[in-house]
């Protein structure tokens, strides 16, 4: 639903919002997150007016000064809705989710850090101990008082960079990083209707990107050599996958209008798999291994998993760029 979409739909359901003339208290938090979800409510425009006058805002620290002990003076429960953006990294980033959780009625995986890790759990391709020498150098102390400042410590770092459903139960997830527009009006439709589906529920397509891409995909497509997006000025009616670049659309949930397609990025997977395809990596290397071709001799012969591996720059970044946290997680 575009920003349009969302307004028609909130001047089109005043009666079920006077069934509950109450305004949903809502908070917002961002744990290990870059900032780019909590502006992504702007993408819906002025609807976000429309929005804000329709709930309660009782806890955002991005918006207004608001401390963790604000947060635990609040009585269990309290909060109808929070949305919380960012993958766990830190004790801090679990401690926070867990109030929350408690303050909470229903939680909300915000963005695809919340939902299945995020760039941020590539992270976890290295323990945490390799980490702190690789960004602090040799002798760095994490979980130590902060100089000057008290008794203040800084958090310790989880041992892997989890998504929010390791930690708390997630009752929604809005997905995307960060969340697209129409994802959006959907989620804020349905909570200003009263009419909230039945968790646990993700606000995204059950059905597969390809389903809604307006590309033209041929019945005998095959891929005779991988491709990177600066490598190529794609055709632009045609399906980029068939083109040689990677793109994730086969395994990942639709609802966005494929922006990233029609514009000639492949998709990166960023509202998650589709529950058919489940761990997106498996699920797109089987998809690739059979419409890669390869010629040898003059020979057409199809490659082994092994050869479109070795073909692809960076495997990792490419299947999971989302989901290393969810699926691929060091233990
Ligand atoms: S999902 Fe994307 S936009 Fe949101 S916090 Fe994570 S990296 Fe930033
Ligand atoms: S461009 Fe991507 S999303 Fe569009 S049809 Fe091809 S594989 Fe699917």
């Known amino acids: 639903m575009c920003e349009k979409g969302l307004r028609s739909d909130l001047t089109q359901t005043p009666s079920h919002i006077a069934h509950n003339p109450s305004r949903p208290k809502v908070a917002v938090y961002w744990t290990g997150s870059c900032g780019g979800c909590d502006v992504s409510f702007l993408e819906v425009g002025e609807a976000i007016v429309e929005v804000l006058s329709r709930v309660e805002i009782v806890f955002w620290p991005a918006l207004a000064d608001a401390k963790r002990a604000d947060l635990e003076a609040l009585p269990p429960g309290y909060i109808d809705v929070a949305l919380i953006n960012g993958v766990i990294r830190t004790e801090e980033n679990r401690e926070m989710a867990e109030i929350l959780r408690a303050k ?26 390799e980490i702190f020498r690789a960004v602090f ?35 929604y997830t809005v997905p995307g990083c960060p969340p697209p527009a129409p994802l959006i009006s959907r989620f804020f439709a349905a909570l200003l209707s009263g009419e909230m589906p039945e968790p646990p529920y993700i606000f995204a397509n ?20 991988i491709v990177r997006p600066h490598e190529v000025v794609p055709d632009p009616e045609v399906c ?92």
Not at 105 to 124: D, E, F, M, Q, R
Not at 206 to 220: S, W
Not at 294 to 322: C, N, Q, S
Request: glycine share 12%.
């Open 137 to 171: 150098g040799p002798g760095f102390r994490p979980a130590a008082p902060i100089e000057g400042n008290g008794e203040a410590m800084l958090p310790d770092l989880t041992e892997a960079a989890v998504p929010l459903e390791h930690v708390v139960w997630v009752d």
């Open 104 to 129: 909470s009625k229903h939680i909300v995986a915000y963005g695809a850090c919340a939902h299945l890790g995020g760039v941020p759990s590539l992270a976890n391709k290295w323990g945490k101990e």
């Open 240 to 331: 980029l996958l068939e083109q040689g670049l990677i793109c994730m659309g086969p395994v990942t949930r639709g609802g966005c209008n494929a922006p990233c397609p029609v514009a000639g990025m492949p998709c990166t997977g960023c509202l998650g798999p589709t529950p058919e395809a489940g761990d997106p990596g498996a699920a797109m290397l089987s998809a690739l291994a059979s419409l890669v071709r390869f010629e040898d001799e003059g020979e057409e012969y199809f490659a082994r998993e092994d050869e479109v591996i070795e073909a692809l720059a960076d495997p990792l970044g490419t299947f999971y760029m989302y989901s290393f946290g969810k699926y691929r997680r060091k233990r």
């Open 206 to 225: 059950v059905k597969a990107l390809c389903e809604e891409c307006p590309r033209v995909r041929h019945d005998d497509r095959r891929i005779e050599q």
